[in-house]
């Protein structure tokens, strides 16, 4: 049963509250810290925490506190975490990790160094359909995994931190494209070495620094590609999507804007909506249980049973700085319009994996290629000759 201490008490911070007092009901938030005095004390109140302070040691430090959440902006993840190594105190950070993989490496290493707890909050690989999801693909439905696509877009974030280029470190492939990335790798295996990257990015609406718009394609060791389409620009509120492709089988999961929940109003009475979504009148679609369906209770859950049971959690500060790694090579090839290499300075996956055989045997000399049923009742073959590389075609009545 952690006693935490919260870091931030906007957006996100109040989002996490919600799910950690109302998830298992026995975790208890004594302690936050805010950069503003009338925010921590707002927070403290709604929360009810014993302590508020705009010092940011002093909360870590708390005696009572034994988890630090980080839920700051990306700027400040850093200087947060040295302090819970400094004072020897688990920690949980909002992602992404960090503002490159530079820092995120060193925070890895901090707090392996300290021998200190560390969770990574990546609470889209923990929602309800993707964990339907990955035990399907755990289990074979799938076959091998060829293909796994993930969109995240939306109008912008909340927060005028995000659009600060030094405060946040990037735009919308560091917001958003860390969830797809880690996503994709999820399905693909997180063992498998992510290579290189392709991607376009674009400022094309938003009078930023940053990108407002990008799509990218990671190549895995054994072939498979991750692809994520991550933009600040698209109009109708919050697009999750998720695509895996696999030689037996294909899962779509929409995660938050069409949910089977839809309605109309003129307006009359009507308030949040859910998040993101930019319209309180004509046809809507609302959320059933928003904290669930963007996997914060199931992420919590994991994070505080691994906590009290001395194991790590499903997503570490590793998991963290790969995604980091993934994303500094996709600002890369944003710049040099080519693949260029994920340079991991730490690894601890497989090594060496080859792609994956694609050849299936039909007899002694032939591949197949195809089977399929005819409109007519036939049964037809496309069939690939293993010496001479001709394709034929076979039809059984």
Request: charged residues 25%.
């Amino acid at each position: 049963m952690p006693k935490i201490a919260m870091l931030g008490s906007g957006f996100i911070g109040r989002f996490y509250a919600e799910s950690i007092l109302g998830g298992r009901s026995r975790d208890r938030i004594v302690s936050v810290y805010s950069r503003r005095d009338e925010s921590a004390q707002k927070f403290a109140t709604d929360y009810h925490c014993s302590h508020w302070t705009t010092n940011m040691e002093e909360s870590i430090a708390h005696p009572e506190v034994d988890l630090v959440c980080i839920s700051l902006p990306n700027n400040l993840h850093e200087i947060a975490v040295l302090l819970c190594c400094k004072h020897g105190k688990a920690v949980m950070t909002t992602k992404p990790l960090g503002r490159n993989a530079t820092e995120a490496r060193r925070m890895l290493e901090a707090v392996e160094d300290a021998g200190i707890f560390n969770g990574y909050l990546e609470d889209l690989v923990y929602t309800p359909k993707f964990l339907k999801a990955f035990e399907s693909v755990k289990n074979g439905a799938l076959g091998r995994i060829l293909w796994s696509k993930s969109r995240e877009t939306h109008p912008g974030p909340h927060s005028d931190w995000f659009w600060d280029l030094e405060q946040a470190g990037g735009g919308c492939i560091l917001d958003l494209g860390c969830h797809c990335v880690e996503i994709a790798r999820s399905f693909i295996g997180k063992d498998i070495k992510p290579i290189e990257v392709m991607c376009w990015a674009d400022t094309q609406v938003k009078p930023i620094d940053a990108e407002d718009h990008a799509i990218g394609l990671v190549k895995y060791e054994n072939g498979a590609i991750g692809q994520f389409e991550v933009s600040w620009t698209f109009r109708g509120g919050l697009d999750l999507r998720d695509e895996v492709m696999g030689t037996e089988g294909t899962i779509w999961i929409n995660n938050f804007l069409r949910t089977g929940f839809e309605m109309f109003t003129t307006g009359k009475g009507a308030d949040y909506v859910a998040e993101k979504a930019e319209s309180n009148t004509g046809w809507l679609f609302p959320v059933g249980d928003e904290l669930n369906e963007l996997g914060y209770n199931h992420m919590f859950a994991d994070v505080f049973n691994a906590f009290d049971q001395g194991r790590a959690p499903k997503e570490t500060f590793y998991d963290g700085y790969i995604v980091n790694a993934i994303l500094d090579a996709a600002y890369r090839s944003a710049k040099t319009k080519r693949w260029e290499p994920v340079q991991l300075e730490i690894w601890r996956g497989r090594t060496g994996v080859g792609k994956d055989n694609h050849l299936t045997d039909y007899d002694a000399d032939h591949y197949l290629v195809k089977e399929e049923m005819t409109h007519y009742g036939a049964k037809k073959l496309i069939l690939k000759n293993k010496t001479t590389g001709k394709i034929t075609e076979q039809v059984i009545d």
